[in-house]
């Protein structure tokens, strides 16, 4: 599935002639390959030579190395250099940090330094809950990573972690003005892990657990939420079982089935498919399997020390056997957090009539989305140039909005389940449609929405 993206864009500065066939050549090149021209700039032209921008979208390092070669190989082009749009993007880093105060005349000093902020650490010290009202911690979010599942890539350890802790950061700017920040610990042993963010966490409001495997990630998690006094969530848990729970709430308004009446089938049962599978069973969807690399989870199943209790304990209560491909037969819907193309087009052909299909393998869903329409009335993914985007940028920035604005100290499943019930209503009964199930990641309701939701739920807590 060889899809053009954003994601490996380059742009190419290429000398050339000035004849006016020679703009012509190079678009056609980039055509030939498959590419998706995206601007052609002239930034230097005289009588004898032109310098031309090439920009384009590729579908991966290899396709643009075949776009450069296709375009060193017009007659008379020569090819300056080859930039990679992303990684320009990334140059420095996506953050810094500016003062929300006015350092201009020794006045300003006097206050926001010394002598004046002694007199804050004082208050602080008399009264310790004043540092929500005081400090940067009324609006400020550790992002805490180990390395150890980052993204589809794996163990890839902390630093290489970190432009994805940025980026994780920045949403929570861009959608509901939270500070975050990216920590990223270089262990991953469960006690550091806990102890390092219980003796960092006086600076923060929250802390959001990122890219922490399983099934070390469920006890970091309870852990800390037993040691601190501020929300603590892992959102490729919780963050992608609102997103699910909200996509299929919506889902089933357009096939017009219940959720106890579901059969559900699902490929993953990691951080993400086990707090789906719990979110799911708390909104009344009881029954689901469950299928890992060794096939079907049931309940006495040997060798599954690292699957979680209650996924064993809770789900396929039938205890089916056999493989994913078996046990797709009749099922009402499909929730994939797992690998890349494990599903066929027969395997979606035997589900039951207006069947779901979410395929979330990221980047490669685990069937091609394509061939799922052929069979499913809806199919979602986690990509962004596909519809129904399950993405957790809907859920994470206005939970956290909400739980700091509440001053709150815990997270519940009534806070989930309130952010997926905001979430699926930013679609109106208007715009609800087969492909259209979920929000924009960019509607500016939705944030907003899910922080309102959120904190009513704190506040009545």
């Known amino acids: 599935m060889a899809n053009n993206s954003p994601g490996y864009a380059i742009t190419l500065r290429v000398e050339l002639s000035p004849e006016s066939s020679s703009t012509a050549s190079l678009a056609q090149a980039v055509i030939d390959t498959g590419a998706a021209l995206t601007a052609l700039d002239v930034v230097e032209s005289s009588h004898e030579r032109m310098v031309v921008d090439v920009t384009c979208d590729t579908s991966d390092p290899d396709h643009a190395d075949r776009v450069t070669a296709a375009i060193a190989g017009i007659a008379g082009a020569n090819v300056r250099k080859v930039s990679d749009r992303t990684f320009l993007l990334h ?61 589809g890539l794996g163990n890839i350890g902390p630093a290489a972690a970190l432009p994805v802790m940025e980026g994780k950061a920045a949403l929570f700017k861009q959608f509901a003005d939270v500070d975050a ?39 970091i ?72 690399a060794d096939g079907a989870i049931y309940q006495t199943r040997p060798n599954s020390e690292d699957t979680s209790e209650w996924m064993m ?38 589900m039951a009539p207006d069947s779901i299909v979410f395929a979330m393998a990221n980047p490669d869903p685990e069937i091609d989305p394509v061939l799922a329409a052929k069979h499913a009335k809806i199919v979602a993914t986690g990509r962004s140039d596909y519809p129904n985007q399950i993405n957790n940028v809907l859920a994470f920035p ?45 509607d500016p309701n939705v944030a907003k929405s899910v922080a309102k939701a959120v904190e009513d739920v704190a506040r009545r807590g």
């Open 398 to 442: 206005g939970i956290f909005r909400g739980l700091l604005d509440a001053a709150s100290s815990k997270i519940t499943t009534e806070t989930l389940l309130a952010a997926a019930h905001a979430i699926a209503g930013c679609v109106s009964p208007a715009q609800l449609n087969a492909s259209y199930i979920v929000p924009s990641v960019f």
């Open 181 to 219: 920040w990216p920590v990223c610990l270089d262990t991953q042993d469960v006690d550091e892990i806990v102890r390092t963010v219980q003796i960092l966490a006086p600076v923060y409001g929250g802390i959001n657990l990122e890219d922490i495997s399983a099934p070390r990630c469920f006890e």
């Open 313 to 350: 304990a809770n789900t396929n209560k039938a205890g089916v056997t056999g493989k994913l491909g078996e046990g797709l037969a009749g099922a009402d819907v499909f929730i994939g957090v797992s690998a890349p193309n494990i599903l066929t087009e027969a395997d979606v052909a035997s």
């Open 91 to 151: 140059l420095g880093g996506k953050l810094e940090v500016k003062p929300k105060v006015p350092l201009r005349t020794r006045d300003d000093l006097s206050r926001a330094y010394t002598p004046g902020v002694a007199r804050i650490c004082m208050a602080i010290h008399d009264e310790p809950s004043d540092a929500r009202r005081l400090t940067i911690k009324r609006n400020t979010v550790a992002v805490v990573t180990d390395g150890s599942a980052v993204l």
């Open 221 to 292: 998690e309870a852990r800390l939420r037993e040691l601190l006094d501020i929300p603590v969530f892992h959102d490729d848990q919780h963050g992608t079982a609102i997103v699910v729970l909200a996509a299929l709430t919506n889902a089933l308004k357009i096939v017009k089935k219940k959720p106890e009446d579901l059969k559900i089938v699902m490929s993953g049962a990691g951080a993400a498919g086990t707090a789906v599978a719990q979110l799911l069973y708390e909104a009344g969807m009881k029954n689901i399997t469950a299928y890992d």
